[in-house]
């Protein structure tokens, strides 16, 4: 090496004349520099102000002559290759040799006037050149590219040191493969850069130790660790330049400052790993990673990531692959995840079942969390409920990316806060929100060039059935490449049809089968089985079994008969060591024949293991085992012996043996104990006693329909023997469950699972109705309050709902059974938010508000110590299920999606997207002059028109528009319809024409002249795609052809005003209308006279939306008049008794399903969405006994009369015992500001807002002379109970005494005894009398 002094210089840009871009051009500049090779930059576009930029650094020799080059390429296939635009020299000496005080300084560059960039005066290009002024001489940079050669050199010399055999094998064959990667792609490039050459430099040192090893190689086992270290370290080192050099995932170069400290953080790092080598002593070191947060998470941060309820994936006795085998899969899994230029960010790998995809899966989970690179590793397993359940997968994918990234962490928590009912909201949604959302925001932009993060999904096809995970394959198919590129997802499964369909066709996914044939897995078979048959030799010395037992003939031999399953070759060996003679076990598998498949070889190990347990001549074993592996099998959860044992004696079974007296004859093919739940060894094991063509053997075979009977009685039976109220000797209190004793097993997996068991019988007869309907008799009560204690008390809702469907479809249906689950799903519906937040509300709060001609509150209304509602707080159930207020001001259209789970408001300002169980608002829209939005099928996409006539296509998950809006000369539009496919969407509006979108594209499909004659106010396409509806202002209805826009029906006139709104029929044969005529006419379609349509009247104002029920049994109306009508489809009659109603005019109405139940949906002027029940016929609220606000409530002193005041200017005197009026109404001019029932009991005195005093006789109401001592405020009395938040609380010792359900909000109340009076907004009194208790009397 000379004494060459470099400087460094940065390409900024260059500015490129109009004249010579083309949309197909990119630039790049090349430096010449005599005696070296030619440098580039790469390769940009032409920005929009003429500039191509670029910002690239290079170290070039100062007394060299230097030229720059700017040259196009032209990707277009007519003129393909690249031309020089212009060049121009550069004088370095010169330039730094001048007096400058900065460290660095520009240099623009104009090109010569005749070079191709000159063409006019006007425009002159130029190239931008930073240079930085050398400190002192250094010597020619040292060489990268030799010091990658060295590092390949020594690791692949150890790779063959080391051998497949140690656990070290795959750091060193990953640290192999990306220093030679790395080498391939950026070696010239990073040979010109000083920081880099000394780190490698470096690193060459360190990887002496390899000649040491060659030399003595004993020490490699002292140092293995320390080794290790160096393998990770490199790796991830190697990452860092990478992203470094701009050619991770990043794609550009990292920040010079911040890469300049890591560089000597990884410097410092290797200079103690080889200290470390050379001392012999194993210091503690901490690595370098080359992401960069900081490792603190707060407890608040922790304990809100917590609300996702993320399923519990730790189970560290998964098993992970011998050192020797799977070495080629691993690597080739582990070279894709660490590689930046594969543009497939999702692995599959697949095989069939017993091939080792999970033991792999574990495999690379620990090897990445090794390297600090497992983002999460989720596992699926069919016989744990949590752990099946693809609802799940998504909020633990959140939870652990969150517990592994602060940063991430923290913008997950944000979204948690802001939507606190995410875990409840759609699978998409919470995949949008929790990941794709929080990965994308600025402040987590960095993952991109941080290198890999490694996702592990195991055992897809254990997730769920097939229907359940439609939802999760599409995400993992469809939406994973909207996360960074940096987050790698490795997804194992057996090759299921729909998870084959979904994931193996997508571009972004790597699909890699497991060829359980090939040579490869064939030796790793034979390394498996001599690993662990040399084991069971180590443990059985006393039998003085040779060497080399068992020899490679019989490794052969039963390779052989293993047909390339890991599943049985473990369940071989497991086999043999659990017996007493291991050559006897062997012999045993060596009898059986070679199979010609994997499947019959795989059941020919399963019958040799059962046959050896030797008493299934023995009926009592054979029953045993049956009984147990039922239960072991039907379990939603893994269960330990003992609760089996627990399960059967209180289910009274005959037989009393514990279950581990014949689980230990099986423990080849069990798992488990007293204590750990009891599993069988493979999924596929499960498979072959549930089939009976594959275990042939009545005495093996299991029914799993009758073991789900059995296991539902005897959950059942553990309910009736245990559930009691209070089961935890609780006190009610306002923070609610704190410390509760734990539960036994088998209570709580009866009181979880027993729905779910009763509801696998299908089609069963009246018999287990009757045992269920005895059950919730007594224990309904009782089970949910121990569902709260769980906190599953939102679950209760679903079970009963399915439990209740199962009830309606059993033979001979029981119907007191149905009654009684009807009137519990909307006891729970209406009080679940009561009841979780404390167990005892069940009783203390939901029961005593439940409507008092219900079924539940007649059955249980003589439960001891519960409050009284004086007079039952409602006769029947109130109609509204949910009340979303203030969505933003006026509601002028809603749209539900596809599954109902979601709805979109339209206000004047813009859309909201809520979700319709929770109520919680999820995302909010492009904002704007709004006049309707409407879903697409599908749920993801949204069109909103806007009155300034465009329509813009926005994501319901992000909120975010996309592409450009939608425009053509149509003026304000006010209606909007997609085809059912999705594909098309209609516009209408001011200046009368229909208009038809390809979605896809955003172009025009139809355009034809205008027919109707005023502005289009309403669209609907037919359910079956074939034609499409319009409703004008010009009073006249128009039906089209979808296909051509011909119109074939219409125009129709049988409205005399504007029609607001049309709706097809489920079947498309009939079409719906409502206008300002008042009416709702139904039109035929098919008719010949389909002029003369059936007239519904009823409404006394305009109607402004309809909607046709999904069975196309009813038709809903929304009107002016606030009244949302209800009628017969077929028989044009009004349902009267199912009236409901908002406060203001009603804008728009819908009908929806919430867990199968139809629902009806509404917007008004009030500014309120209500979803409503369509059945119920209660009134919305408690009664009104003033007709405004109750603004004072009064005890008398006895505390036998109650007297009331209301901004309706009246007071009325009640009877606390049985809610009666007693008197009234007592007239004042003015709104009653106070009231009250002086101690002589002969007057009433009420007080109005201008501070006026009345006086009247409290027996015959007759008006008094009151003076100014009368003011009710001198006769106040306070009584014992007060009201805090909505907690009814005893003052003088802070008990709590019930907690009110939602209701018209309370604005006065009273107290005396044990008695409390509230005063309700909407003129409700509601009196409630409490259990005596010493305190209160």
């Not at 390949?152 to 060193?172: N, R």
């Not at 497991?514 to 059985?540: E, G, M, T, W």
């Not at 008197?1223 to 002969?1242: F, K, M």
Request: aromatic share 8%.
């Amino acid at each position: 090496m000379d004494n060459r002094t470099y400087y460094k210089a940065d390409i900024i840009e260059a500015l490129i004349p109009k004249k010579d871009s083309t949309k197909s051009s990119v630039y790049y500049a090349k430096i010449l520099v005599e005696g070296h090779p030619p440098l580039k930059t790469n390769e940009v576009a032409r920005e929009l102000d003429g500039k191509a930029v670029w910002n690239k650094h290079f170290m070039l020799p100062i007394d060299m002559e230097t030229q720059l080059e700017i040259k196009s390429k032209h990707n277009s296939i007519f003129k393909p290759g690249s031309r020089s635009l212009a060049k121009v020299g550069l004088d370095v000496a010169t330039i730094l040799r001048q007096p400058v005080v900065a460290v660095s300084q520009e240099i623009r560059l104009n090109f010569p006037s005749d070079d191709v960039l000159h063409h006019d005066a006007s425009q002159r290009g130029y190239i931008l050149v930073r240079l930085y002024r050398p400190e002192e001489p250094i010597s020619e940079p040292i060489s990268v590219g030799k010091s990658f050669s060295v590092l390949i050199s020594q690791l692949d010399a150890f790779i063959q040191i080391v051998g497949v055999a140690s656990q070290i094998h795959p750091f060193v064959n990953l640290a192999w493969q990306v220093v030679s990667s790395l080498y391939t792609i950026a070696r010239g490039q990073l040979d010109r850069d000083k920081s880099i050459g000394e780190l490698t430099d470096m690193m060459e040192d360190v990887y002496t130790f390899v000649d040491d090893i060659k030399r003595f190689p004993s020490r490699l086992a002292s140092q293995e660790e320390t080794i290790k270290k160096i393998m990770s370290q490199t790796i991830e080192c190697m990452l860092f330049i990478q992203e470094y050099s701009g050619h991770g995932f990043c794609g550009r170069a990292l920040n010079q400052q911040w890469a300049g400290e890591q560089i000597q953080r990884f410097t410092r790092t290797f200079t103690m790993l080889k200290a470390s080598l050379n001392t012999g002593v194993g210091v503690q070191i901490a690595l370098i990673a080359h992401r960069m947060y900081e490792d603190v998470q707060s407890i608040a941060q922790t304990q809100t990531l917590a609300k996702l309820h993320p399923v519990d994936m730790d189970d560290p006795s998964r098993p992970t692959c011998l050192p020797q085998t799977r070495s080629d899969l691993l690597f080739s899994v582990l070279s894709w995840a660490m590689n930046p230029s594969s543009n497939q960010d999702v692995l599959w790998l697949h095989g069939p079942a017993g091939s080792g995809k999970s033991t792999v899966a574990t495999t690379i989970a620990n090897i990445t969390r090794d390297l600090g690179r497992l983002g999460a590793f989720v596992f699926f397993d069919r016989r744990v409920a949590a752990r099946n359940d693809p609802a799940a997968v998504v909020r633990t994918l959140a939870f652990q990316l969150g517990e592994f990234d602060p940063r991430l962490g923290a913008a997950i928590s944000t979204v948690i806060k802001g939507t606190p009912s995410i875990r409840q909201s759609p699978l998409r949604q919470q995949f949008h929100k929790l990941l794709v959302q929080p990965l994308s925001e600025s402040d987590l932009a960095v993952w991109s060039r941080e290198g890999p993060v490694i996702i592990v999904i195991d055992a897809l096809d254990e997730c769920g059935h097939v229907g359940d995970r439609e939802d999760l394959l599409s995400i993992l198919a469809l939406e994973s490449v909207k996360l960074p590129p940096t987050l790698r997802i490795v997804v194992t499964s057996r090759t299921e049809l729909d998870i084959q369909q979904a994931l193996e066709a997508q571009k972004n996914i790597c699909s890699t089968p497991i060829d359980i044939n090939s040579p490869a897995n064939n030796k790793d078979i034979h390394l498996y089985l001599s690993d662990r048959l040399q084991n069971i030799r180590s443990k059985n010395k006393y039998l003085s079994l040779p060497q080399e037992w068992p020899g490679h003939d019989v490794i052969d031999a039963l390779a052989a008969r293993a047909h390339g399953l890991f599943i049985w070759a473990y369940a071989a060996c497991r086999y043999v060591e659990n017996g007493q003679y291991p050559e006897d076990r062997l012999a045993d598998l060596l009898r059986t024949d070679v199979c010609s498949n994997a499947e019959s070889a795989l059941d020919l190990m399963y019958s040799t293991a059962l046959e050896s347990a030797g008493r299934w001549e023995d009926p009592a074993f054979s029953a045993d085992f049956r009984d147990i592996l039922g239960i072991v099998i039907a379990a939603k959860n893994p269960l330990t012996a003992s609760t089996i044992d627990r399960l059967n004696e209180v289910a009274s079974v005959s037989r009393t043996r514990p279950s581990l007296h014949t689980i230990q004859h099986l423990s080849c093919v069990f798992r488990g104990s007293t204590n750990e739940p009891i599993h069988v060894i493979h999924p596929s094991f499960e498979d072959f006693l549930t089939d009976r063509t594959r275990c042939k053997r009545d005495e093996w075979f299991i029914d799993v329909y009758l073991s789900h009977q059995r296991l539902a009685l005897q959950c059942i039976s553990s309910l009736r023997a245990n559930l009691k109220r209070n089961m935890c000797d609780l006190t009610l209190t306002r923070s609610g469950v704190v410390d509760v004793r734990i539960l036994p097993e088998d209570v709580t997996y009866s009181c979880i699972f027993w729905i779910d068991h009763v509801c696998e019988l299908e089609g069963t007869e009246e018999s287990l109705s009757i045992v269920v309907y005895d059950l919730l008799v007594k224990h309904l009560l009782h089970w949910i309050e121990t569902m709260s204690l769980l906190k599953k008390a939102r679950h209760t809702i679903k079970l009963l709902m399915r439990l209740e469907d199962w009830s309606r479809s059993i033979q001979g249906r029981h119907q007191e059974l149905c009654d009684l689950l009807a009137d519990a799903v909307r006891f729970c519906q209406a009080f679940t938010a009561v009841i979780e937040q404390h167990p005892l509300l069940v009783y203390c709060s939901a029961l005593p508000f439940s409507p008092t001609n219900s079924v539940l509150y007649q059955l249980f209304k003589d439960e001891i110590s519960i409050p009284v509602v004086v007079g039952g707080f409602r006769d029947e159930w109130s109609p509204l299920l949910m009340d979303i207020p203030r969505p933003g001001g006026e509601v002028t259209s809603l749209s539900l999606s596809s599954d109902g789970s979601q709805l979109i408001s339209t206000v004047a300002r813009g859309s909201h997207v809520w979700d319709v169980i929770s109520g919680e608002l999820l995302i909010q829209g492009p904002k704007g002059d709004v006049a309707m939005t409407v879903f697409a099928p599908g749920g993801q996409l949204a069109a909103s028109c806007l009155f300034s006539g465009s329509i813009v296509l926005w994501d319901t998950f992000s909120g975010q528009t996309i592409g450009q809006p939608l425009k053509h000369d149509q003026g304000a539009i006010y209606a909007l319809a997609f085809s059912p496919d999705g594909t098309r969407l209609i516009s209408g509006g001011q200046n009368c024409t229909i208009i038809m979108w390809n979605v896809q594209t955003a172009s025009i499909i139809l355009d034809l002249p205008a027919t109707h004659t005023k502005t289009v106010l309403c669209l609907a396409f037919s359910p079956d795609g074939m034609r499409y509806a319009s409703g004008s202002r010009d009073g006249a209805i128009r039906i089209w052809d979808a296909a051509s826009g011909r119109m074939v029906l219409g125009p129709l006139h049988g409205h005399s005003g504007s029609v607001y709104s049309v709706a097809f029929t489920p079947d498309s044969t009939r079409v719906v209308s409502g206008t300002d005529d008042k009416h709702v006419c139904v039109w035929d379609i098919r008719s010949e006279d389909v002029s003369m349509p059936i007239k519904l009247r009823g409404h006394r104002s305009t109607v402004f939306s309809v909607a046709v029920s999904p069975d196309g049994r009813l038709i809903a109306s929304a009107s002016k008049d606030t009244t949302v009508r209800l009628w017969s489809l077929e028989s044009g009659e009004e349902l009267i008794h199912l009236i409901r109603r908002h406060r203001m005019p009603v804008r728009c109405v819908a009908f929806g399903k919430q867990y199968g139940r139809l629902r009806l949906v509404t917007g008004a002027k009030d500014a309120t969405i209500r979803i409503w029940d369509i059945e119920s016929v209660g009134s919305m609220g408690v009664t009104r006994k003033h007709k405004g606000l109750v603004s004072h409530l009064a005890f008398s002193q006895d505390g036998q009369r109650i007297v009331s005041g209301s901004v309706d200017r009246t007071v009325r005197v009640w009877d606390p015992i049985t809610g009666q009026c007693l008197l009234g109404p007592l007239n004042l001019e003015q709104p009653v500001h106070s009231v009250a029932l002086p101690a002589d009991n002969v007057r009433i005195l009420a007080a109005d807002r201008e501070g006026a005093v009345f006086a009247w006789d409290a027996t015959t109401g007759v008006h008094l002379v009151a003076t100014p001592a009368d003011d009710p405020n001198n006769h106040s009395i306070i009584g014992p109970l007060s009201l805090e938040r909505k907690w009814i609380v005893d003052s003088k010792t802070g008990t709590a005494l019930t907690m009110l359900p939602t209701m018209s909000p309370v604005r006065s109340y009273a107290s005396f005894g044990n008695c409390m009076v509230l005063g309700l907004a909407n003129g409700g009194i509601v009196i409630v009398r409490f259990p005596d208790t010493p305190q209160l009397v």
